[in-house]
């Protein structure tokens, strides 16, 4: 008995220093790569080619601010895997439902004029109603698809995964259609830029990367 379990011990392991040294892999490739296209473009720039500072500073604060959100993304991730033990392809779906459900919120105030009266109590309901619709997608999905396999080889929960993120998928392209749907327009004072440390941001950019950076603070005290 204490063979059979030692010897599952170090199989587990072994499967998690493979993970280990996949994602370090992965961890050094982008280094190079951002190391490679950076030093290129900055020889570029001290010969008078490329883009300018101007160009620079825009493309800093839009990769900051879509950075954040797939931090948000990675998040989630990070929590299933950590919790469960596999890579829930469905997460990106369960995202998107609180994002759609949230459109529909933000568009109904934006109609009833509350959106441009009361920006901050609109933001408020918007993202109650998103986090309260991606937890209730996560937790349907958790007990009818995931709950009966724990305890399974990993490579069952994780097809099931692929088979929920295309339910998910057709589900709500079925309701919401596959065209492209817009938010309403920022309301004050996301609308307008901040000069922030010399730079120019819009305050949406500002919003996303400010709740980011919260959120990443707030998993790493409920982790630790």
Known sequence: MTASVDTEKVK??????WVDLFLWAIRIG???IITWGLVGSIVKFASGQGLSASQWRDLLVAGLSQGAMYGLLALGYSMVYGVLGFINFA???????GAMV???AANWLFANGLWAANPFLSLGIVLLVAMFTSTLVAVLVERIAYRRLRGSPRLIPLITSIGVSFFLQYAFAGLFGVGLRSYPAAPEPFAGQMNIFGLP??????FVIAVAILSMIGLWYFVT
């Open 30 to 32: 982008a280094i190079i």
């Open 91 to 97: 997460h990106g779906e369960v995202f998107m439902s």
């Open 102 to 104: 949230g459109f529909i």
């Open 201 to 206: 941001i819009d305050g949406t950019s500002v």
């Open 12 to 17: 587990r392991s072994f499967r998690t220093n």
